[in-house]
């Protein structure tokens, strides 16, 4: 079955401790990005990987930061999580980008920083 | 910048009830409009695009057409069933190049709620 995994779905964490989501896709799409859902906001883009060891900032980078080793997996990783990091988290995969392309969306990670 | 407006919620209808979510947007030169619903508990999918005006995407009853001259999207579905309860996004295709045409402008989104 064509999917986005990401994991965990739930997560509470302190102030500071680092933490990793981690977001995998099994369509051999050349085109991930993350998304975080706030109430009021919609979704807004963290980060973009066109490709293998290709990265770019979106919308809203400040405070995250992302790896492309492999073309599967884009991990979403909060250095030092503060407060204003809790939210609701999407990894998403596309064939390639474009304007016409649809994406696929993982289940979401709800993210609590304490 | 490219943005999206969508009706805010949350919408209650009656099963078989008529349903229009209104979807505006504000870009530069024409892109590819989408919505996007989200069920409880899961991620977002593809409802229906359209890629250029006049294009109506069509799926699961509901449609939507592209107007160029009204910069809309409006999504309507002649009758909601209960299993329509969800949460509906509009969203646009960022005009750019390379990777910044990936990236998905979202509205905030309308929750729908259908009664039996």
């Known amino acids: 079955e064509a999917q986005v995994t990401q994991n965990p779905r739930y997560l509470i964490t302190v102030t500071g401790k680092k933490l990793t989501v981690t977001c995998s896709q099994n369509?051999?799409?050349?085109?991930m990005s993350w998304y975080r859902q706030d109430p009021g906001l919609g979704l807004r883009q963290i980060y973009y990987s066109m490709n293998v060891e290709v990265t770019d900032k979106g919308d809203v980078p400040e405070g995250y930061k992302v790896s492309r080793k492999e073309k599967r997996n884009f991990p979403l990783i909060l250095e030092s999580p503060s407060p204003n990091q809790t939210s609701l988290y999407f990894c998403?995969?596309?064939?390639?980008?474009?304007?016409?392309?649809?994406?696929?969306f993982g289940q979401g990670t709800r993210l609590t920083v304490v | 910048g490219d943005s999206v407006t969508q009706m805010e919620g949350p919408v209650t209808l009656s099963e078989e009830a008529f349903l229009t979510i209104n979807c505006t947007y504000t870009a530069t030169g024409y892109p590819s409009l989408f919505w996007y619903v989200q069920y409880p508990g899961e991620g977002l999918q593809l409802l229906l695009k359209a890629t250029k005006a006049d294009d109506k995407g069509s799926n699961k009853g509901f449609e939507a057409t592209y107007r160029k001259e009204t910069t809309s999207f409006h999504l309507e579905k002649g009758s909601v069933q209960v299993s329509d309860s969800a949460v509906y996004f509009c969203?646009?295709?960022?005009?750019?190049?390379?990777?910044?045409?990936?990236?998905?402008?979202f509205g905030k989104g309308t929750k729908l709620s259908v009664k039996p």
């Open positions: 969203a646009l295709s960022a005009l750019g190049y390379g990777g910044s045409q990936g990236n998905l402008i």
């Open positions: 369509m051999n799409h050349e085109y």
């Open positions: 998403a995969s596309s064939l390639r980008p474009g304007r016409n392309t649809e994406a696929f």
